[in-house]
Nanobody, 123 residues
Framework: VQLQASGGGWVQAGGPLRLSCAASGGTFSMYAMGWFRQAPGKEREFVAAISRSGGSTEYGDSTKGRFTISRDNRKNMVYLQMSSLKPEDTAVYYC?????????????????WGQGTQVTVSS
């Protein structure tokens, strides 16, 4: 499956931003989907994940309560709605797909990755 993330950009602290990820070349509903991020000099960090059906979600400790992941299996899309953004949310955000029924949180379970989209939060 090929993944294309979009929607990144510059936003002021406290503002919202929505990321999208379009999937192609595979059976989208067979994959759990996740969002990860990587800031300069830091390891890639788990942000959010959603199960194949969309019925369950998981969030990283730093994003819980502020970010919402969702998917539309008819459109082969996954979204990350971000709110109350902070400067420390600045990173390249990646969408990824995993062979998992549940909302997988472990990076090593994700076999397919998009190219990343930059999010910059200004204080």
């Amino acid at each position: 499956v090929q993944l294309q993330a979009s929607g990144g950009g510059w936003v002021q602290a406290g503002g919202p931003l929505r990321l999208s990820c379009a999937a192609s070349g595979g059976t989208f509903s067979m994959y759990a989907m996740g969002w990860f991020r990587q800031a300069p000099g830091k390891e890639r960090e788990f942000v959010a994940a959603i199960s194949r059906s969309g019925g369950s979600t998981e969030y990283g400790d730093s994003t819980k309560g502020r970010f919402t992941i969702s998917r539309d299996n008819r459109k082969n899309m996954v979204y990350l709605q971000m709110s109350s953004l902070k400067p420390e949310d600045t990173a390249v955000y990646y969408c990824a797909a995993a062979y998992s029924i549940t909302a997988a949180t472990a990076l090593e379970l994700y076999k397919f990755w998009g190219q990343g989209t930059q999010v910059t939060v200004s204080s």
